[in-house]
C-alpha cells in the first residue's frame, strides 16, 4: 500500500502542476482578484486555503505539528503557491513515513478543533485532504471561467 500512497500522490501532483501552470498564464490581477459568487474569495486564496488544509490535518492532526497560518497575502502570486506546495509536498513525505504500514489502522488523533480525539485511519486523512483539494481545484477553473478565461483540463487523467 505504500507504494500506491506515492503513485496515488504523484498523479495529484500532476493534476495540481497542470492547475499552476494554467493558473500562470492568468493576468496578475486575475489570480488574486475577489469572484463574487465564490464569496469574494481568488484563485490564489482557494490554493493558499488548500495547502492550509494539508497542514491542519496531515501537519497539525497528524503529524502533533502547530499550525502555522498565513494570510494569503502572503503568497502574492503563482510562484509563491507553487513554494506552498512544495512544503506540503515534504510534509506528505512524512507523514508517509510516519504511517507506512498503518494505513488502515484506526488510531485516535487530537485536533484543536474538536473536544475529544478523532478516531481515524491515516488513510482517511489522507483521503480527506485529497478530495478537498480537487473540490476546491474545480472552484479555481470555475472562477477562472467567470473571470473570462477557458480552463484547461486539470484532472488526473488528462486527454
Known amino acids: 500500500m505504500d507504494a500506491a500512497f506515492a503513485q496515488q500522490y504523484d498523479l495529484i501532483r500532476g493534476a495540481r502542476a497542470a492547475l499552476l501552470r494554467y493558473c ?23 490554493l493558499v486555503h ?5 497542514q491542519a490535518w496531515l501537519g497539525e492532526v497528524g503529524l502533533g505539528r502547530p499550525l502555522a497560518r498565513r494570510p494569503p497575502e502572503q503568497a502574492p502570486d ?14 506528505v513525505a512524512e507523514f508517509r513515513q510516519k504511517f507506512a504500514g498503518q494505513w488502515l489502522t484506526t488510531q485516535r488523533f487530537a485536533s484543536p478543533r474538536h473536544p475529544a480525539p478523532l478516531l481515524l485511519s491515516p488513510l482517511q486523512l489522507f483521503t480527506h485532504v485529497i478530495t478537498h483539494e480537487f473540490h476546491h481545484k474545480g472552484q479555481c477553473l470555475s472562477m477562472s471561467r ?5 480552463p484547461v483540463d486539470t484532472d488526473v487523467i488528462r486527454t
Do not use: K, M, W
Not at 503563482?78 to 510534509?91: M, Q, T
Not at 467567470?146 to 477557458?150: K, R, S
Open 78 to 91: 503563482v510562484a509563491a503557491v507553487r513554494a506552498l506546495f512544495a512544503a506540503v509536498d515534504a510534509l
Open 24 to 46: 500562470a498564464t492568468l493576468s496578475p490581477a486575475h489570480f488574486v482578484a475577489p469572484v463574487a459568487g465564490f464569496n469574494h474569495s481568488s484563485i490564489r486564496d482557494l
Open 50 to 54: 488548500v495547502a492550509e488544509c494539508y
Open 146 to 150: 467567470q473571470l473570462g478565461y477557458v
